[in-house]
């Protein structure tokens, strides 16, 4: 028999009751008022999860459609671009760009590393031109947070984009998309909003659909002016993801009760209880600026960091997340993010300092989970943060 699974990956993130449930409703014609209903609602949810008047479409892709989308509808062939390679994902767009012939400029960081607005602005001068910043609000491959909000101002005072991946972030920390003038924010259903993978979601602003309008790269299944028209009929172009959808609509019920304020409080919360336990273990976090989705802690030096998320997930059914290529092994990934509540954290370091000992590091046994105690007090004592 297997033990009982605790999943704390950074998406697909665990999935509340009722969302479970409603995949197994019998399924509904898509052009019906029953389902426009569904789908309108939806995308208003959607709407309020990214703060934005603009329409945000639903794509039947992973959140990897959505990048794809947003490289093919503002682009056009030879087009100069600046891409901020923060980590796996980040590198990402860099990859699409040049997938479509795309002249890429890649700034590319070492992962957990910061980059200040002020080396954008100066990579804005030095690369003239560019139509399009690509850059990341959550790297999920490092744990690291960008200031979107200076990014934004830099980059609005220009000719060029800024296209935002939202993918892990959104939900979880603020990010505005109006109010900080971002010209593309996509998102996926697996991180923050509670839902099973193979939804992404892509709103443009009004300077983007300008570029919309003028992009002449190949496009069709994700040609976002089909989509725009369609949603006027309350509908989506091709057969939408119908189960998915009525399951998101189902989550979006949670996320508005709990409200955007609650959501981010919750995420930072259980993100500084994680990084107390982590850091009471004599553990160093990978990151210059964490944020509130992930925490990746490197694997003391002598340690086998493969063979320690391999004992987390077969001994003690908690499964995080390893470090990607190229950096297998030197640490690994748990989330914060989603449908969590503080004793998945508290679940989590206590199954660490377990994993920890059987590869004879030096733990007692509760160091981790004490720290992140005095900080979850907070959360069920003085605020009520649940989801
Ligand atoms: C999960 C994730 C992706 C990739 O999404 P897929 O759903 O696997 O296509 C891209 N960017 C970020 C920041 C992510 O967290």
């Not at 699974?5 to 509904?28: D, H, K, M, W």
């Not at 908690?318 to 004793?343: C, D, K, N, W």
């Not at 377990?354 to 069920?380: S, T």
Request: one cysteine or more; a positive charge.
């Amino acid at each position: 028999m297997k033990n009982k699974e605790y999943l704390l990956s950074p998406g697909p993130t665990p999935i509340p009751a009722e969302v479970l449930a409603e995949a197994s409703l019998p399924i509904r014609h898509h052009r019906t008022p029953e389902f426009s209903k569904i789908f309108t609602r939806t995308v208003s949810g959607l709407q309020y999860v990214f703060q934005t008047q603009n329409d945000v479409y639903i794509l039947a892709a992973s959140g990897t459609g959505a990048m794809e989308a947003a490289v093919v509808n503002v682009l056009c062939p030879g087009d100069r671009v600046i891409s901020i390679s923060t980590g796996k994902f980040g590198a990402r767009w860099g990859d699409i760009c040049r997938s479509y012939g795309i002249d890429v400029h890649e700034v590319e960081l070492a992962w957990g590393h910061d980059y200040p607005p002020e080396k954008l602005a100066s990579s804005l001068k030095s690369f003239p031109g560019a139509r399009a910043v690509f850059t990341t609000l959550s790297e999920t491959s490092t744990g690291t947070v960008y200031d979107i909000r200076r990014y934004a101002e830099i980059v609005s005072k220009t000719e060029a984009l800024l296209v935002v991946d939202g993918i892990s972030g959104i939900g979880a920390m603020p990010c505005p998309m109006d109010e900080w003038q971002i010209d593309v924010l996509i998102s996926g259903a697996q991180k923050a909003f509670m839902t099973p993978p193979g939804l992404s979601y892509i709103a443009f602003s009004s300077r983007a659909w300008k570029a919309v309008e003028k992009a002449s790269l190949p496009r069709h299944y994700l040609d976002i002016r089909k989509y725009k028209q369609s949603l006027l009929k309350k509908t989506s172009p091709f057969t939408p993801a119908i189960s998915l959808l009525g399951q998101q609509c189902k989550a979006l019920e949670r996320i508005r009760t709990a409200g955007l304020r609650r959501m981010f409080d919750h995420h930072r919360i259980l993100g500084e209880a994680t990084r107390a336990g982590v850091q009471a273990l004599g553990l160093e976090l990978l990151s210059q600026n964490p944020g509130n989705i992930l925490t990746a802690v490197r694997i003391p030096s002598g340690l086998d960091g493969k063979e320690f998320v391999d004992i987390m997930h077969n001994r003690y059914g908690v499964y995080i997340a390893g470090a990607q290529v190229p950096h297998q092994g030197e640490f690994f990934r748990t989330a914060h993010l989603g449908f969590m509540s503080g004793f998945d954290i508290i679940t989590a370091l206590a199954a660490m300092e377990m994993a920890l000992r059987d590869l004879g590091y030096p733990v007692k046994g509760g160091e981790a989970v004490k720290a992140a105690q005095f900080i979850l007090k907070e959360c069920y004592c003085e605020k009520n943060i649940g989801l």
